[in-house]
């Protein structure tokens, strides 16, 4: 497997639903992004991890929480999440102050 | 304070004929600009990077950009449209080292 894989590629849940998704890079970059992409909206940074430390959280709800447990691995626990928080959640990973290379997408929908 | 416009959220061209995606950026210093593509259902995949060397960037796919400091311009241009062209286009600066700021994007719809 080569680059940024992301797990599950869709998912459905319910507003009380527990779930997570998964970022795997195989690129042996030190930082690793989520992104949130909605509709008609810019992309927008999430959250950001250097050397498996978070350094940057933009204000985002505490009903996603991320984890970095190592430089090739991301996780976004979600839990009571609202329907608007549909959005395609890419990840991505960089080297560095290098381009960001991203991964494919979860197509997440909660009803 | 760092930000990109994408002045056209839709540009249509024939099959054949050329491609103008325009993107005008805002920098307090000399930015690092990337032009990035994204296909339906498919994550971003990087087109080209400016990082103050040339100030004409080739990318992948015959896509090429210009940076114009006195323009504040970093504009995509490709000679002939291909069919698989067609996705959305993002226009993004670096920022403070390791944040990229996007833009809304561009849709290219290109015609047979």
């Known amino acids: 497997e080569t680059g940024v894989t992301q797990t599950p590629r869709h998912l459905v849940m319910g507003m009380t639903n527990k779930k997570s998704l998964k970022c795997e890079q195989h690129?042996?970059?030190?930082?690793m992004y989520w992104y949130k992409q909605s509709a008609k909206k810019p992309l927008e940074l999430m959250f950001v991890?250097?050397?498996?430390?978070?350094?940057e959280n933009n204000s985002v709800p505490s009903r996603f929480s991320p984890e970095c447990p190592n430089s090739s691995h991301l996780f976004l626990h979600l839990h009571t999440l609202q329907p608007e928080d549909s959005a395609l959640y890419l990840c991505?990973?960089?080297?560095?102050?290098?381009?960001?290379?991203f991964g494919p997408g979860t197509r997440l929908t909660v009803l | 304070a760092q930000s990109v416009t994408q002045l056209d959220s839709h540009v249509s061209v024939s099959e054949g004929t050329p491609v103008l995606l325009r993107c005008n950026y805002s920098?307090?210093?000399?930015?690092?600009l990337f032009w990035y593509v994204q296909h339906p259902n498919k994550g971003l995949q990087l087109l080209l990077k400016?990082?103050?060397?040339?100030?004409l960037v080739k990318g992948i796919n015959g896509f090429e950009a210009e940076f114009k400091k006195s323009e504040t311009s970093f504009h995509l241009t490709k000679p002939s449209a291909h069919m698989s062209d067609a996705a959305e286009y993002f226009c993004?600066?670096?920022?403070?080292?390791?944040?990229?700021?996007f833009g809304t994007g561009t849709r290219l719809q290109v015609f047979p």
């Open positions: 991890y250097s050397l498996e430390e978070r350094v």
């Open positions: 400016y990082t103050s060397a040339a100030t």
């Open positions: 991505a990973s960089s080297q560095d102050a290098h381009e960001q290379f």
């Open positions: 920098s307090s210093y000399s930015p690092s």
């Open positions: 690129l042996g970059h030190n930082a």
């Open positions: 993004v600066v670096l920022y403070n080292t390791d944040k990229l700021i």
